[in-house]
């Protein structure tokens, strides 16, 4: 879908968003944490999906002066701004904190409500998962980052979650897969259902990662790097 400037139509603009898939292995089976959108939602209305939002300008300005690590610790600059808003809006989403227990004082309003829970960001946690671009055609575009951290990661709980996602709760991944899916949600949770059978602990990713875009009538599934700086859309 395109816009009108002028009468004159202008390809939807891709914005840039992260989402954070939690994994829960403690148990017999693992469990991954999704939601459901509100039907009145724009874009992938009464979609099930991982918790996750826009990249804001708070989160590039934090990137450039943050003091924590980042995994890999060589995590290409540019995506930095993307791990620290999947922990913020996982945060705003779920209630669910993944930091330190350390008062975040330097902060952009954005980070309010993860500020307010008393700890300080700990992206250290998450590793980078897979990257995709929402194809052209829709009525919103995201330049997407998918992380992965397991629940044992969540340190504390902020205020109750700001009700964008309906219905939270942990699936095993045969119950997640029986969901009302976005096409990307489903090749996410078969990367992540292939990730927990060969390292159940994830305790170390590759720097490779898939790449899902658009390319003419293709849909292509390209391996990139998390170590430099990605290529543009």
């Known amino acids: 879908m395109s816009e009108a400037i002028n009468g004159q139509p202008t390809e939807t603009p891709i914005r840039d968003a992260?989402?954070?898939?939690?994994?829960?292995?403690?148990?017999?089976?693992?469990?991954?944490?999704?939601?459901?959108?509100?039907?009145?939602?724009?874009?992938?209305?009464?979609?099930?999906?991982?918790?996750?939002?826009?990249?804001?300008?708070?989160?590039?300005?934090?990137?450039?002066?943050f003091g924590g690590g980042f995994m890999p610790a060589d995590l290409a600059h540019e995506i930095k701004p993307f791990a620290l808003a999947a922990v913020r809006e996982l945060c705003e989403e779920t209630g669910l904190v993944v930091g330190r227990n350390a008062p975040f004082l330097e902060h952009g309003a954005a980070w309010g409500p993860f500020a307010a829970s008393g700890h300080s960001p700990a992206p250290e946690s998450l590793f980078p998962l897979a990257r995709a671009i929402t194809p052209p055609g829709r009525v919103r575009r995201y330049d997407t980052w998918f992380f992965v951290t397991e629940a044992k990661a969540v340190s504390g709980k902020s205020t109750l979650p700001d009700g964008e996602l309906l219905d939270l709760a942990w699936f095993t991944f045969a119950e997640a897969a029986g969901l009302d899916l976005p096409r990307i949600t489903k090749l996410i949770l078969d990367d992540v259902v292939a990730l927990i059978l060969n390292d159940p602990e994830?305790?170390?990713?590759?720097?490779?990662?898939?790449?899902?875009?658009?390319?003419?009538?293709a849909y292509r599934r390209d391996l990139i790097s998390c170590k430099v700086a990605p290529p543009a859309p």
Do not use: N
């Open 18 to 65: 992260a989402c954070l898939v939690v994994i829960d292995t403690s148990g017999s089976e693992p469990t991954v944490l999704m939601g459901r959108r509100h039907a009145s939602q724009v874009f992938l209305p009464d979609k099930w999906v991982f918790p996750g939002g826009r990249v804001e300008e708070d989160d590039r300005v934090l990137a450039k002066r």
């Open 202 to 217: 994830i305790t170390g990713l590759s720097e490779l990662l898939p790449f899902y875009y658009s390319a003419g009538s």
